[in-house]
């Protein structure tokens, strides 16, 4: 079974800056790709960005340059740090284990213009 909950989401300026958090609790955390999601008001959820067990990233074009997903597995844990952060980034982010269908809560990011 996977449990995922993700924090650091809030309220920032365009321009600013946030690191979110997605604490996995799940089994062989190690050896699994994961993912970033987000979903804006009336949008459809989009993937933001993947880390593969080897450290491999991917990015969505829109956020390339901007963003960065990193984990740590001593600490179940994957980021996003999220830098120059524009309003159109405004979404509900959620993080995934890549290859499975399991949803945290989310975290809000609202960047205001």
């Known amino acids: 079974q996977v449990q995922l909950v993700e924090s650091g989401g809030g309220l920032v300026q365009a321009g600013g800056s946030l690191r979110l958090s997605c604490a996995a609790s799940?089994?062989?955390?190690?050896?699994?790709?994961m993912a970033w999601y987000r979903q804006a008001p009336g949008k459809q959820r989009e993937l933001v960005a993947t880390i593969t067990d080897s450290g491999s990233t991917n990015y969505v074009d829109s956020v390339k340059g901007r963003f960065t997903i990193s984990r740590d597995n001593a600490k179940n844990t994957v980021y996003l740090q999220m830098n120059s952060l524009k309003p159109e980034d405004t979404a509900v982010y959620y993080c995934r284990v890549r290859r499975l269908i399991a949803w945290g809560q989310g975290t809000l990011v609202t960047v205001s213009s």
């Open positions: 799940m089994r062989s955390f190690s050896v699994e790709t």
